[in-house]
């Protein structure tokens, strides 16, 4: 829960390592902590994994949609995954403890192929919005935009880890979040005990998660990057340096090589998959001459982001090559945007507050975000002349999660003040105190 | 024949069949519209009419645009033809199934979800940004209810692959009258509807601000961009209508690959879209278009349907 406070504050380098490493330390803490401690884990501890990691899921993606910091978003984000990472592992212990490792196996691919598949792409993300960040002086979406125009290098590698972060096919977020619900559902039809009831359940919040976390990317970059700046800062706004773009776009490459030879990697992971769950072959995950990626059994299910990567783009050529033979010699023109005949101004573009405000208010019962209109002047009964609106979204988990506790410390340390009165005296008596209470125990 | 080679030519039939109908579905709804009104309505081909005007036209991009919105429209098309290769239309013969399945198909519905938003947002207007806020807003409810729905069916198959399930489901003549299919056929309504932007959840036939949220999402997109874009919508809402056809109520459907069987189920895949559109059309006529914050509690009852639809196949098993 500290992430999002955590995160931004950090240097873009930094965040990255943060969000792409420490979780996955954590990560590396739960898998040791699940499988090679001495004795049996505790029953049923996957399964609380498993309802755990959905409802992280959901929170993360939930305060995500409602932020409007660029690094804030990416940590929330970050915890979206982890809550992922979460779902998978308890997901694989549950179905270990029922005696099915073949689809623990997958559930455990899934944890290993969506660690790096999502440290690789929010490196990405963390490296180009803090370099625009940087470059436009703000991290405050509000104060971004036309960064796509002004510095077109960095907006494409935000662009890559922004649709990876979507988990969308062919790159690097996909094959983990695919085999998380390939292994739902085959541990759902296992027939094993709890499965039956958690898989629908951990199957929707994964889903409405998934959903919301789209949004919130297509805020980050849509607000962030497109449309016309709205900051002076944002407006002059230059290209990272050469060396800058370059190591952007090696981790770009990375995230769609991932993506795309998904099924090949399975090879890398048969080592660590077999020390942790003994007669699991990783290889049985690749089908197909090593194009697809299968759960583990024939005849379920495949995917080949590479072959629907091959037909996409075959697809788009044929379109354009349609055109082209149909409209001849006319391509595309530039032109000023059209706004009715006024003069178009940034204030005039979706902010990033109101872009999800749709969103906040299906969801306030959850957020209870907060809204307060106040008219400083009023020129007339029906049109304020200034209206000052607050809204922000207060951090419930803080409220229901830390304050109790908070609160509990403060009101010990209230009493215990007492005894430190600042008498001589009274520190002897306890001095002595203590030397009989001591005398008296070690007898 | 050569099992690879009737594949490739499965597939070639079944991708000419989605897109080049397409465009004939909306005409057909729009007809049948315009009869229940009294109106005369427009020639059942003036969509491919339209389509084929704006494809020679020039397009104008907005001088804020960035080079995405020169490669988005052809991504958005292409990512519509690539779920038509592995979606079944006339068998259950896997077609390209390998490369794709169900969460496949979501994610590449999601993509060009995703596309055609940052594409409202890069002229930098108003009504981009509403357009998009409002369809990111619905479709995230709609989506996973899409995906839930679907979900029902791909348990009771064992297998997410889209063939396989159609094919479960023609295999017990009697499993569709189960509840949990009937919840999730309703859920699965409920989601064609709002995503393919029908009344009560969007009109296709307005530009009025107050309403409007597909024909936002394009109103900063013209000439030969625009074609693809409304052609790629078209071609989703079929293959939406296909899936609700050939998964949840999957009569006539080929097995094999014989051209007997493939005729039949050629007249009834086109007799179950012609009886979609008959209902799509009685109910836009009859009922007004809903608020727009009531469609969220809309799509939450698909949700919560689809859900339901989960857990009783638990429940009842």
Request: aromatic share 8%.
């Amino acid at each position: 829960v500290w992430l999002p406070a955590a995160h931004p504050e950090a240097p873009a380098p930094v965040s990255a390592m943060l969000s792409g490493v420490m979780v996955k330390a954590g990560l590396y803490g739960l898998l040791r902590f699940a499988w090679q401690m001495p004795g049996a884990p505790p029953e049923h501890w996957g399964t609380v994994l498993v309802l755990a990691g959905a409802a992280t899921a959901l929170t993360g993606a939930l305060y995500a949609t409602v932020e409007t910091d660029a690094k804030r978003l990416l940590a929330w984000s970050t915890i979206k995954h982890a809550g992922l990472f979460a779902l998978a592992t308890g997901l694989a212990a549950t179905l270990a403890a029922a005696g099915q490792p073949g689809i623990a196996g997958v559930a455990l691919a899934a944890v290993f192929y969506h660690a790096i598949g999502h440290a690789l792409a929010k490196a990405l993300g963390f490296l180009a919005v803090g370099e625009a960040a940087h470059a436009a002086g703000s991290r405050n979406l509000e104060a971004l935009g036309g960064l796509a125009l002004r510095m077109p290098r960095v907006a494409t590698a935000a662009l890559t880890a922004t649709l990876a972060l979507c988990a969308l096919p062919a790159l690097s977020c996909f094959p983990g979040e695919w085999l998380t619900f390939q292994a739902l559902i085959l541990g759902y039809s296992s027939g094993a005990g709890q499965m039956r009831l958690l898989a629908p359940f951990a199957g929707a919040g994964l889903a409405l998660a998934s959903a919301l976390a789209l949004a919130a990317m297509v805020k980050l970059y849509g607000i962030g990057f497109l449309g016309r700046p709205r900051s002076e800062a944002a407006a002059q706004a230059h290209d990272a340096t050469r060396a800058v773009t370059t190591t952007l776009f090696a981790l770009a490459a990375l995230v769609l090589a991932w993506g795309l030879a998904a099924p090949w990697l399975a090879q890398a992971l048969r080592a660590p998959l077999a020390a942790l769950l003994p007669g699991f072959d990783a290889t049985t995950l690749t089908g197909g001459a090593g194009l697809t990626l299968v759960p583990a059994r024939p005849g379920i299910a495949s995917v080949a982001p590479a072959a629907a990567a091959a037909l996409l783009v075959a697809a788009a050529l044929l379109a354009f090559a349609w055109l082209r033979a149909v409209r001849g010699a006319r391509g595309v023109r530039r032109a000023p945007s059209w706004s009715g005949g006024v003069p178009l101004e940034p204030r005039m573009e979706y902010s990033a507050l109101g872009f999800t405000k749709p969103l906040r208010l299906v969801f306030m019962p959850v957020l209870r975000a907060e809204r307060q209109v106040e008219v400083l002047e009023a020129g007339s009964p029906y049109f304020a002349k200034h209206v000052r609106y607050r809204t922000g979204v207060p951090a419930v988990y803080e409220q229901w999660l830390y304050r109790p506790f908070a609160q509990a410390v403060l009101w010990t340390s209230e009493r215990m003040r007492r005894l430190q009165a600042g008498s001589l005296h009274l520190y002897l008596a306890y001095l002595l105190a203590t030397l009989v209470a001591l005398l008296l125990w070690a007898r | 024949m050569n099992p690879m080679l009737a594949t490739v030519l499965l597939v070639l039939v079944q991708v000419a069949l989605l897109l080049l109908l397409a465009p004939l579905w909306g005409g057909i709804v729009g007809a049948i519209e315009a009869r229940l009104q009294m109106r005369r309505g427009r020639p059942l081909l003036q969509r491919y009419r339209d389509l084929a005007r704006l494809a020679r036209k020039e397009t104008v991009l907005s001088a804020d645009a960035s080079p995405l919105a020169q490669v988005a429209p052809y991504v958005v098309l292409g990512a519509a033809v690539v779920v038509c290769t592995w979606t079944p239309v006339l068998s259950t013969w896997p077609g390209f199934g390998f490369a794709g399945d169900l969460v496949m198909t979501v994610a590449l519905f999601a993509a060009m979800r995703v596309l055609l938003a940052l594409l409202a947002l890069e002229a930098g207007t108003t009504f981009g940004g509403m357009a998009a806020s409002r369809h990111l807003a619905l479709s995230a409810l709609a989506e996973p209810a899409l995906m839930m729905a679907v979900f029902t069916l791909a348990i009771a198959a064992h297998s997410t692959d889209l063939a396989r399930i159609s094919a479960a489901i023609v295999a017990q003549p009697n499993a569709w009258i189960s509840p949990s299919h009937l919840l999730a056929l309703t859920a699965m309504w409920i989601v064609v509807v709002s995503e393919t932007g029908r009344v009560p959840v969007d009109n296709p036939a307005t530009h009025l601000e107050l309403t409007m949220i597909h024909e936002g999402l394009v109103l900063d997109v013209s000439g030969h961009h625009l074609a693809l874009l409304e052609w790629a919508a078209s071609v989703r809402q079929l293959v939406l209508l296909t899936l609700v056809a050939n998964l949840f109520l999957p009569w006539g459907i080929a097995t094999g690959l014989s051209p007997g069987a493939l005729a039949i189920a050629l007249a009834a895949w086109v007799a179950k879209l012609l009886l979609f559109a008959i209902v799509v059309a009685v109910t836009e006529s009859a009922t007004a278009k809903m608020r727009l914050f009531r469609v969220p509690e809309f799509l939450g009852m698909a949700f919560l349907l689809s859900l339901i639809a989960l857990t009783s196949d638990t429940l009842l098993r």
